[in-house]
């Protein structure tokens, strides 16, 4: 029985050894696996793009999607009016110019003339009132965006005119959310889609959609297997030049296997990196790391009601929160390109407010504690999501900030929670003293205004009206003022209005960090479509 | 016998009413509010897109009523429709059972072939160092923090050596297979793809190992525990005494014997294989149960919540019917008690 | 049948691995006990300028995330999460103690009820009720024990009740009824001192398990609350940070020895309580 037992353990072993021999899962030093990967490229700038994601796609039908990475694959299969890159600057895509009337509600936009879908149907202007008008009325997560749409006409093929129940002035950056994406009309309704203003219970194009791509973008969407990976191969019938034969997003839920299979050459780019582990790839052969701030900040929320928030309801003790936290040990922990906000717009937004990063001040805080009639300093409960942002955890931030606050002699006693709840308890503005994020939805303004008194998130602190006019007045100039000097003017004065009178204090704009294959050109990331393929060339 | 099964299925149909009872109402017990947590923030701002969808998932309607639409539902085959991904819930399952399954059962193969030789070398040769040193490989397996140890292992075998690849059911290069059972070297042994069994076979053997070691450790207690019990039974004296060999007593006359209790580790280690599956299939990027599970039971998804824990439950008690059959057949002691 | 006699006889136990476990345990439990007296550093003291440090003459396990001291944060640690281990295991002794001798030993439909029951707690998936739970009533210690109470109960019941079952065919029960004990009497002097060495085995080796899954539930976040020390909240804040190792590989390190010596005695006391295996 021993030897047998042997025997067969021996020859599992053998057997083990044996098959692994018969590939080597390394990519470092086997020179013919790196061959065979330029050559399914073919001509220079082909070849296969593999990405490793942790991504939550729960859909690809655009008139559906609100997912962090869903732009990054609408951007690919299909084109809107409008799309953002750099600084949130608006740049004309399928529109080749516009016109806005004197009320800024009406705009006029003249389309590209030579597009084809990937299907083979010319691009003209119907397509886009179909797709506007679905997104509309499919009352889904995308039709918030396109909610101020009032109505769209199409005098001829190519022109199309968009008019607004309101003015506003970030209207052509909105246009780059997947709500305006343009589908192919005939196919999209071939397959059940239809946008009436029923189009919510009657449309049933969206299972369709989610494994077929409509679109005039570079990529055709081959296969989308949930939780598992996005293929994308080559459009065909774009109208520009396409950069890439193949792109697959792999998922890969755990940062260090990706971290891993990006050193083994495995995948080209790494998209869940953190400012914490990417020491792991410094330093490392064939692999670079890409830095950028990003526009997501988190943010402490105090609320205002005397009877939720106890002390955090009182502006002095605000005011002195804001000034006990350390940001430049903040800025430490959230890693390189970290910025700090300091208040509701994001630095890289148009009307962003220069701070001083050096606003600690522990005296002062605990003078305002003082009149406030804390003295001895009191206990708070602090809620703490097990969540994070960008890789940053927010168990990690509330500590720093516990430790901050001891320092003037707040006690927050820190209760952790599944973000599921404390979403819902943040939304019912029912958290005292809370940790929490905003992402942008599109890089304007005007997505941060949400953060004034009676808006979205001021709601949630209870923040219901301010006493100070100017709040209401520079906030009517940013949305509808069409003149960018005068709008980023009144945003700067208003947040100067806010940085002694809010019940927030915000902590940092966490950095965004890619890690890629040395031989990749073109790595830049972008705050909507987080990479665009179109971009990125093998060298 | 066959009243004793009777019995077995009726108390199974009990406990499976009973496990979709009591799931509902944990599930109901969370106090938070779904339509938040998969909403985005500006469409929660819209109070018609916020009313459609709770029309759409029923929440309205008081707890009884919901209980007993669920349960109506279910003995129809449809366990409602996940509030995250929008599929019917059954949809996801049938996709992330597979991937779960496939590897459970190379993780309990392993488990056995390991945990059955380690026990019977240990067994065979008490209180030596090779005693020793596989007992406390044993209990290594059952005290190490599993998702630790899968990281330390993808990091070893991964990127030191090379040897197993980095997670994944296939290749980073290759896309998935579609069709057919699901268990890719399966389907690939059946439509003779040999490459694609290759590479299946190859991305299971590491997460399969990662998973089947808590249970290794049990599996090999167990048998040492069970065969010393047994080889110092007056049978095996009077086998030795006839001049047995020491291999041949072993396998003929007291591993057979000793196995009996191990069978039933063996179930309770396929259980607990389902526990460990959460943290394996994040780290292997394994897209099955154990994900899912998780991703539920954090957007508080309750049909998908639900339906993830029948799935589960019916497994478990499925299993337990399966060995108390098979000690029924094997020890006629039991049938009779 | 005094037990009192036989269990300074263990001690003189020859089984090595036994006392290895032994030592471990009560190292660790009077870690556990001084922790506060004998950590070097303040567990909590953050400081930024030696985040991540590797270990070295300052911190001997290195500094983690906020540049807190990684050694004392392990021996402070080991309170929380030894006890809560402990606790689980007591609880759910006693909790099947009861459950299963009471349905042993009155038997009949009473049995088959109580049973039943218990195994339809028992084939509730235990991470998702543990989830769930938590989700529900909020992560804190209290909760996650909680959880892990009632996920656990129900296999020592099952062993306490087939002990029962055995125990109350026994000749000796028979003979004391006659006598007139009373039901009480009879669970307590007879049949309780005899079924209790099993359970205390189970116990022991579930000690083990009872701190893995208590991390585990750490490491999706429910349990302690920062930033109160937790081997298993310690291991899954490490495990963002792999490439600085001590972070994770020290509190894993300290569950899997507390976990093992726990085991050793377990595997110890159950080989010495078997008759048969006295005789080889």
Redesign the interface.
């Known amino acids: 029985m021993k030897k047998r037992i042997k025997a067969v353990a021996l020859i599992m072993c053998l057997a083990l050894l044996g098959l692994s021999a018969c590939g080597k899962y390394n990519d470092s030093g086997d020179s013919s696996q790196e061959d065979s990967r330029s050559e399914k490229g073919g001509a220079a700038g082909g070849g296969t793009l593999i990405v490793g994601m942790d991504s939550d796609l729960q859909t690809l039908d655009p008139g559906h999607g609100y997912e962090v990475y869903g732009n990054m694959i609408y951007y690919a299969l299909y084109d809107t009016l409008y799309k953002t890159y750099e600084d949130s600057t608006p740049v004309p895509c399928l529109a080749e110019d516009y016109e806005m009337d004197d009320t800024q509600t009406i705009y006029t936009f003249q389309i590209k003339e030579d597009v084809v879908f990937s299907s083979g149907n010319p691009l003209t202007s119907k397509d886009v009132a179909f797709s506007i008008n679905r997104s509309k009325n499919l009352n889904g997560n995308a039709s918030p965006a396109a909610a101020n749409v009032a109505d769209i006409e199409t005098p001829d093929d190519y022109s199309v005119v968009i008019t607004l129940k309101e003015p506003d002035a970030g209207f052509l950056v909105k246009l780059a959310n997947n709500a305006f994406c343009v589908l192919d009309s005939e196919v999209v309704k071939e397959h059940g889609g239809t946008d009436a203003e029923d189009a919510s219970t009657a449309d049933t194009a969206q299972e369709w959609l989610n494994q077929n791509s409509a679109g005039s973008g570079a990529y055709v969407l081959e296969s989308w297997t949930q939780n598992v990976e996005v293929v994308l191969n080559r459009n065909e019938n774009h109208w520009g030049e396409v950069k890439n034969d193949k792109v697959i997003c792999k998922e890969m839920p755990d940062v260090n296997t990706q971290i891993q299979n990006l050193l083994q050459g495995d995948i080209d780019i790494a998209l869940s990196v953190s400012a914490d582990n990417a020491s792991q790839l410094e330093g490392q052969d064939g692999v670079e790391l890409y830095y950028t701030p990003g526009t997501t900040i988190t943010f402490l929320l105090m609320n205002q009601d005397p009877d939720i928030g106890g002390p955090m309801a009182d502006p002095k003790v605000q005011q002195a929160v804001r000034y006990a936290i350390n940001y430049e040990e903040l800025l430490q922990i959230s890693g390189e390109s970290a910025v700090l906000p300091l208040n509701i717009v994001p630095q890289g937004f148009t009307g962003a407010l220069e701070q001083d990063s050096n606003y600690t001040d522990i005296e002062k805080a605990k003078e305002l504690l003082k009149e406030a009639g804390y003295e001895d300093g009191f206990t708070v409960e602090f809620t703490v999501a097990t969540y994070d942002t960008e890789g940053m955890s927010w168990t990690t931030l509330g500590q720093k900030i516990k430790d901050d606050l001891s320092k003037v002699g707040i006690n927050a006693e820190i209760k952790t929670s599944e973000i599921g709840v404390v979403i819902d308890s943040y939304r019912d503005g029912k958290e005292q003293f809370l940790l929490m994020h905003w992402h942008p939805d599109y890089p304007d303004i005007n997505n941060q205004l949400a953060f004034l008194p009676g808006e979205t998130v001021g709601l949630r602190a209870n923040w219901e009206t301010s006493d100070n006019q100017k709040i209401d007045e520079l906030k009517n100039i940013i949305m509808t003022e069409s003149d960018e000097e005068k709008r980023s003017a009144a945003s700067e004065e208003l947040q100067q209005v806010l940085t002694e009178d809010m019940p927030y204090a915000f902590l940092v704009q966490h950095p965004k960090v890619l890690g890629y294959r040395a031989n990749l050109d073109g790595i830049h990331y972008y705050e909507v479509q987080k990479i665009n393929f179109q971009d990125i060339t093998v060298k | 016998m066959a009243k004793y099964i009777l019995r077995r299925l009726l108390?199974v149909i009990?406990?499976l009413v009973?496990?979709s009872l009591?799931?509902f109402l944990?599930?109901h017990?969370?106090?938070?509010?779904?339509v938040?947590?998969n909403?985005?923030?500006?469409?929660?701002?819209?109070p018609?897109?916020v009313a459609?969808y709770r029309a759409k998932w029923g929440l309205d309607k008081p707890l009884y009523q919901q209980y007993f639409v669920y349960l109506i539902n279910l003995l129809r085959g449809d366990l409602g429709t996940s509030i995250?991904?929008?599929?019917p819930v059954i949809q996801?399952l049938a996709?992330?059972f597979p991937a779960t399954l496939e590897l459970s059962l190379f993780a309990m193969v392993i488990a056995i072939?390991l945990g059955v030789?380690f026990g019977?070398?240990s067994a065979?040769h008490?209180d030596k160092p090779v005693d020793?040193a596989v007992?406390?490989i044993s209990?290594?397996g059952?005290?190490?923090?599993?998702?630790?140890f899968a990281?330390l292992m993808?990091?070893l075998f991964?990127?030191k050596l090379?040897?197993?690849?980095?997670?994944?059911?296939v290749?980073?290069?290759s896309?998935?297979p579609?069709g057919g059972t699901g268990l890719y070297v399966l389907d690939g042994i059946l439509s003779g793809n040999w490459e694609l069994a290759?590479?299946a076979?190859?991305h299971l053997?590491l997460p399969a190992l990662v998973l089947g070691f808590f249970t290794m450790g049990l599996i090999a207690?167990q048998t040492r525990?069970n065969l010393?019990?047994v080889t110092?039974?007056d049978y095996i004296r009077t086998a030795r005494a006839k001049g047995l060999s020491?291999?041949?007593v072993?396998?003929g006359h007291a591993?057979g014997n000793a196995l009996i209790p191990v069978i039933t580790v063996m179930g309770m280690g396929f259980c607990n294989l389902?526990?460990g599956m959460?943290?394996v299939e994040?780290?292997?990027?394994w897209?099955g149960i154990g994900?899912?599970?998780?991703l539920s039971?954090?957007?508080?998804d309750f049909p998908a919540?639900c339906g993830?824990?029948l799935l589960?439950?019916v497994i478990?008690?499925v299993m337990?019917l399966v060995i108390d059959i098979l000690y029924g057949i094997i020890d006629p002691r039991v049938r009779y008690s | 049948m005094k037990t009192k006699l036989h269990m300074p006889k263990i001690l003189k136990y020859k089984n090595f691995l036994f006392k290895l476990g032994l030592c471990v345990c009560l190292g660790w439990i009077l870690i556990a006990v001084f922790a506060p007296l004998i950590v070097p550093q303040d567990p909590y003291a953050q400081d930024m300028a030696a985040r991540f440090q590797a270990p070295g003459a300052a911190h001997w396990f290195g500094t983690d995330e906020l540049g807190r001291d990684v050694f004392s944060r392990v021996l402070l640690g080991s309170r929380v999460s030894i006890t809560a281990g402990l606790v689980t295991v007591c609880i759910t002794v006693v909790m099947g103690l009861f459950y299963g001798g009471i349905a042993g030993y009155i038997g009949g439909i009473v049995d088959d009820i109580m049973m039943r029951l218990a195994e339809l707690v028992s084939s509730f998936p235990p991470l998702i009720l543990a989830m769930v739970i938590a989700a529900a009533l909020g992560p804190s210690i209290f909760n996650s024990v909680f959880a892990m109470t009632i996920i656990w109960w129900p296999n020592y019941a099952r062993l306490m009740r087939s002990m029962v079952i055995t125990l109350k065919e026994n000749e000796y029960i028979t003979a004391s009824k006659t006598l007139g004990a009373s039901h009480v009497r009879i669970l307590f002097k007879e049949i309780l001192p005899n079924s209790i060495g099993p359970l205390l085995v189970m116990a022991t080796l579930d000690i083990g398990n009872a701190i893995l899954t208590f991390a585990g539930l750490s490491f999706l976040g429910l349990g302690t609350q920062p930033p109160v020390p937790e081997w298993g909240a310690m291991v899954s804040d490490g495990v963002a940070n792999m490439n600085c190792w001590w972070i994770s590989t020290f509190p894993g390190l300290s569950i899997f020895l507390m976990s093992i010596g726990a085991n050793f005695v377990g595997d110890g006391m159950r080989d010495y309580m078997d008759p048969k295996l006295q005789k080889e």
């Open positions: 108390f009990f406990l009973g496990v009591l799931v944990i599930s017990l969370v106090p938070s509010d779904p938040a947590a909403m985005s923030p500006t469409a929660m701002g819209d018609e897109a459609a995250r991904t929008g599929n996801d996709q992330f072939a030789t019977v070398v065979v008490r020793y007992r406390t209990i290594a059952v005290s190490v923090p599993n998702f630790w990281l993808l990091f991964y990127s090379g040897v197993f690849p980095g997670g994944g059911r290749g980073s290069r896309t998935t579609s290759g590479e076979f190859m053997l207690r525990s010393l019990e110092s039974m020491g291999g041949k072993i396998t591993l389902l526990g959460v943290f994040k780290i292997f990027s897209p994900q899912y599970a998780y039971a954090t957007t508080l919540i993830v824990s589960i439950a478990y008690v337990n």
